[in-house]
């Protein structure tokens, strides 16, 4: 009885130095991160969704005036030699009502994927940002403001497309001489059709001493074995070429897009701007995009914004925005993602102010 209970001493002991040791080789951490974005929005024009005129003026708050709220955890291992494994689940939501918003719909509709990242590029798996968003965010010169940003032109021409690609597989080189790629392939599938929702993206960019050069694509087949709330998986091709020129605290940007929706509109998107550090607390950005109809060149539009934050603390930004949308023909480009997406016939004025947390 003695040597049994010896034994299991023993064994107990061993397995308690496997998990030290185990625990010591396998460093990891798990992350809790969020945001959380409130502001109040006036346009001197609203659509009228059933006319197409103006319904008058609007005043009102809403989620997201700059960002998107969310939540998520992020978690990373190290497996040693150089090789990690990382997992990231993100969920938006809405402060004005706390229900479930801005990404797919889902419960963690903004990402959730798992990845193994190494020295020779990152593979990823699950719901993540295509390279074709990603692209776009990067040479936008109001980091795609949910108010009068390249964002609205986005959302507004592709709605949920092209930025959250659902059962993906995506591979990102390491940076060899400024140049970084992006591959990104989208299962979809029905019975008796393979090929439906079926999405891919790819992306490469080179950055040398403060340029930026970055080209990207996406296409997608309508249909989906993963449908949801938020319309992600139209018929729909894109195409981006962007730049970034940063001269101190002040950085220019430029880009061109192409959006495509199968049996629908064919538009070219021309955007830039400028974002200016002031000071450490203070940030001023501005743009322009002229968006054209290939199939009409009657219908076109200007959409013009200026923002500034002010950083209270690391943390905290209090932001104030105005824009300017000016639609001819057939055009229907709004001045915010949230409240004012599609806008009427002729110049609509708009503002918002909110405050903005990370933790």
Same mark, same amino acid.
């Given at each position: ?113 798992? &990845?193994?990242?190494?020295?020779? +590029?990152?593979?990823? @798996? #699950?719901? $993540?940002? *295509? ?5 776009? %965010? =990067? ?46 392939? &989208?299962?979809?599938?029905?019975? +008796?059709?393979?090929? @439906? #929702?079926? $999405?891919? *993206? ?5 950055? %040398? =001493? ?52 199968? +049996? ?69 480009? +709004? ?25």
């Amino acid at each position: 009885m003695l040597q049994r209970s010896r034994c299991a001493l023993h064994l107990a002991g061993c397995a308690a130095g496997l998990l030290i040791c185990g625990s010591a080789h396998a460093q990891s951490n798990v992350t809790l991160f969020g945001l959380i974005d409130g502001g109040l929005l006036y346009t001197n024009k609203t659509l009228n969704a059933t006319t197409g005129g103006n319904a008058g003026k609007q005043f009102s708050m809403i989620d997201g005036g700059s960002s998107y709220s969310h939540f998520g955890i992020l978690g990373t291992e190290d497996l040693g030699g150089g090789l990690k494994a990382k997992f990231k689940l993100e969920s938006g939501f809405s402060i004005a009502n706390g229900e479930l918003a801005h990404c797919n719909g889902n419960l963690f509709g903004c990402e959730a994927w798992v &990845s193994l990242d190494s020295q020779y +590029g990152e593979v990823k @798996a #699950g719901l $993540q940002f *295509s390279p074709f968003f990603l692209a776009l %965010y =990067a040479s936008d010169p109001r980091h795609m403001s949910f108010f009068g940003s390249g964002g609205v032109n986005l959302v507004d021409n592709f709605l949920g497309t092209s930025i959250f690609s659902a059962s993906s597989v995506s591979y990102t080189s390491p940076e060899l001489w400024g140049l970084q790629a992006s591959l990104l392939y &989208s299962f979809g599938g029905n019975p +008796g059709n393979f090929q @439906a #929702g079926r $999405q891919y *993206s790819a992306s490469v960019k080179y950055e %040398y =001493a403060g340029l930026m050069i970055n080209a990207a694509i996406f296409d997608g087949n309508s249909g989906s074995a993963n449908p949801t709330p938020t319309p992600s998986n139209l018929s729909a091709e894109g195409r981006t070429i962007g730049a970034a020129l940063k001269f101190g605290s002040l950085t220019a940007k430029a880009s061109f897009v192409n959006y495509r929706v199968a +049996g629908s509109f064919n538009n070219n998107v021309y955007g830039g701007g400028l974002a200016w550090y002031v000071t450490p607390t203070l940030d001023l950005d501005g743009g322009v995009w002229v968006t054209s109809d290939r199939n009409n060149t009657a219908n076109h539009s200007l959409l013009a914004a200026l923002g500034a934050s002010y950083f209270l603390s690391k943390r905290t930004t209090f932001y104030a925005q105005v824009a300017s949308a000016n639609n001819h023909g057939g055009m229907n480009t +709004g001045l915010s993602v949230n409240g004012a997406l599609f806008g009427t016939h002729g110049t609509t004025m708009g503002a918002t102010v909110g405050i903005r947390h990370s933790f």
